[in-house]
């Protein structure tokens, strides 16, 4: 059985672009905001596994990854780089023109330069005072170390991290915003979409006029015209679109008496309300359409605000156990529903990006292991007990959360299959 909408190069298209934008715009608030405080970036990546691209712009790495899930900024202090060097190892060092050390040289004595100075390593200090002590012909020696130092093995240099360009090295503030930022930019990244929504293809206004009518629908038919006022149907006043629809769509198959105002003259005329497949009445015309900045602004902010209190609401349906495992989407659903919606037209897909983009940040705002909200916990608890809770722990808790999700998603993905080949 084919992949339904999947055949078409619009509908891969638009699942690359669509969720290659939402984890960009993710990862990029983490990034920006962890180097407004001064954090070490060492990589930005998009997707997970096996690198298939690197290029290095300053200190950080920007890397593609094989799978096209997720995708991560991996900060100085999160991982154990610092390993590479270690007590009794022999090193060369190479120094600048103030004789502090820029490079370690990991390789042994045969990949330094004539310069360099080689010895065994005695002790070092890479986070604070920033030294290391060698023993040079038996003789101990110690040298001051460069802020950016890198460390240099099988030709690939890491830079050093001092306590203040680490992540942990941060205030409680400055760490809160550097997590916080990736689900809030997934917000902000929503806001601009309904606001490109409203820009470009209007804002739906809830007043009593007629918009588009549709030719050969039975309001075209009865004679009524964009821009028409309705007044009454069937005797009874309307004031709002919402009036009107609700009428009509529960009225299918009547006729009914429309009076509308038209170039200041009041008029009726009967209409047959058409039904869909759903028997709900149609008359084939739209609600008029705004183009007004402020009133794109305001479309932005509600939409936003009204599908994230949807979301909100699903997700205590799935905590209470009103919405069961079998009732969610993982991957394969997802990229499903997005090669269906770009088949329906641009406003339809970015309105769907803009639903997605809040489900991902609002997921990753859950206090659970793994997620920016569960770090985020962490640092909750760091404040009130007014001391980090220990670093292996923490990670401990992080790892069993991470193999909870991806057994998670494995479930759900189960059931995208199930329902893709056997309903």
Known sequence: MPFPNMDSVESILAIVVVFGALVFVHELGHFLL??????????????????????????????LRLLPIGGMVRMA????????????????LERDALGK????LLDGPGSASPRAITGTV?????????????????EDRQFSV???????????????APLNRQFKGKTISQRFWAIFAGPFANFLLAFVLFIAIGLLYGVPKDIPYLGEVR???????????QGDKIISIQGQPVASWKEIVQIISTSPGKEMKFEYERNGQRNSVLVKVAKDENN????????????????????????????????LKSLGMLFTGSVGLNDLSGPVGIFKMTGEFAQQGMAILMKWAAVLSINLGLFNL???????????AFLAVEALRGRPVDPHKEGMVHFLGFAFLMLLILVVTWNDLQRLFFQ
Do not use: W
Request: aromatic content about 6%; charged content about 25%.
């Open 215 to 225: 030719a050969n629908g039975p309001a075209a038919e009865a004679g009524l015209m």
């Open 146 to 160: 460069h802020p950016q130092a890198q460390l240099v093995k099988d030709g690939q240099e890491v830079q050093i």
């Open 101 to 104: 050390v820029t490079h370690f």
């Open 122 to 138: 005695v002790r070092f200090d890479l986070e604070k005072d920033l030294h290391i002590v060698l023993d040079v012909g038996g």
């Open 366 to 376: 859950l206090p659970l292991p793994a997620l920016d909200g569960g770090r985020l």
């Open 34 to 63: 962890a180097k407004k405080a001064g954090i070490l970036c060492r990589e930005f990546a998009l997707g997970m596994g096996p690198k298939i691209f690197r290029v290095k712009r300053g200190e950080t790495e920007y890397t």
């Open 280 to 311: 709900v009445g149609k008359i084939m015309v739209t609600n008029p359409l705004t183009y007004a900045p402020g009133e794109v602004l305001k479309y932005g902010a509600s939409s936003t605000y009204e599908f994230t209190a949807m979301i």
């Open 77 to 92: 202090g999160e991982d154990p780089e610092m390993d590479m060097l270690k007590p009794h190892m022999e090193v060369s």
